[in-house]
Each structure stands twice: as structure tokens, then as C-alpha cells.
């Protein structure tokens, strides 16, 4: 996979080629993102290479020369919002020193920041539906960012339910947390995600008051 040190590249191909530095250059962090969101926006085979370079203010040519595919482009930034998930997000999910509730309001509150910055739009959702069957590339990578959200949800619910139940309601909540996200950009507002939250919130109160 390309390295996500993007600025250590682009430094390094100038030295090699003499090929100019581009009059304006996002940062890595916004170029995923600029990319990210085309993706989303219109998904994987009506988004290519040329228009990211164009949206990011990277020189084609350059682009091609980091990325040569946009296979690589999408797993690169894949691999960065993985990351962001992992130390941002899904983080809250493993203080054991808060309460099962208190950590999944933070969990909670950390996903429908990040979707609704995103206007609900999920680049996993959008590349499993339209590469996974396609390019095995593209299947570590999903089946990795859906086995991370499944074990962050089932580490505060080991704090309620016995195993097996915990592992069940981790992977339905999951499940629903996909079709907030699918109605979201079908409805074009945030209430999906918000109900969604809600109902994960309610559920939990009502299983340990039984505690």
C-alpha cells in the first residue's frame, strides 16, 4: 500500500524528476479527505484519478506517479479513515475506567460527529457495494473497518450481557447503525442517525436497570 507519508513523496519525486512543486497542495489529512468525499459523493466507478487531482490541487501526473491507480487511492484512504476511527472514534469504547453507558454516549457522540460532518456518507458502504465482489483488494480492508466497529460496540456490552448475547447485539447494532447511514443520505438529514442513537441509548438503560 502506498505510504501515507504523502509530503515525504512528493519531496522525494521533485528531487528525483526536478518536476515543480504545485502552486497550491493540500495537506495529506485534506487530500483524503477532498478524496474521501468525492467518493461518497458518487461513489467508485464515477470517480477517477484525474478528478481528484484537479479537486486536490495535485499535479496529475504526480498523482499517478504516487498512486498509479485508483485502486491504491481508495485504500489509502481507507487505511487513513481506519485509522481516525481507531484513535479518534472507537477509542471511547475501551476506557474501562467509565461505565458501560457513559462510554457508549461517547462512542455514540464520537459516530454521529464524524457522519454528520460526512452528510452520512460511508465510503465502506459505498465500496462494498460496488468493488468488494470486484477487487479482492477491496476486501480486507471493509471486512476490517466492519470487524472494528463490531469489536468496539462488543467490548462495552461484555460489561452487560453475557458473551454470546454481547457478540449477538454488537453485530445487530452494527447492522442498524448501516441502515442509519443509508437513510441518512436518502433522506438528506441527520434524524436517522439521531433515532438510531436513541434507540441504542434506551435499549442499554432499560438491560441494566435489570442488572
Known sequence: MVSLKINTLLAYYIYLTGYPMPVEKNKPDEMFEIAANMFRLHGYCDTDIDDISKKCSVNLSLMR?????????????????????????LIHAYDKKLPAYIRIESLSKAIEDYFIKCNGGCVFIKFS???????DAFVEPIKRYFDSLNDAYKEIFLEVYQPDQAVE???????????ALIMMRVDGDIWPLQQFTERLLTRLRADMSHM
Open 65 to 89: 506517479e504516487i498512486f498509479n491507480t485508483k485502486t491504491n487511492v481508495a485504500l489509502e484512504i481507507m487505511s487513513h479513515i481506519q485509522n481516525h476511527f481507531d484513535f479518534e472514534i
Open 129 to 135: 457495494i460496488e468493488q468488494m465482489n470486484k477487487d
Open 169 to 179: 447485539v454488537a453485530s445487530r447494532v452494527v447492522s442498524d447503525l448501516q441502515g
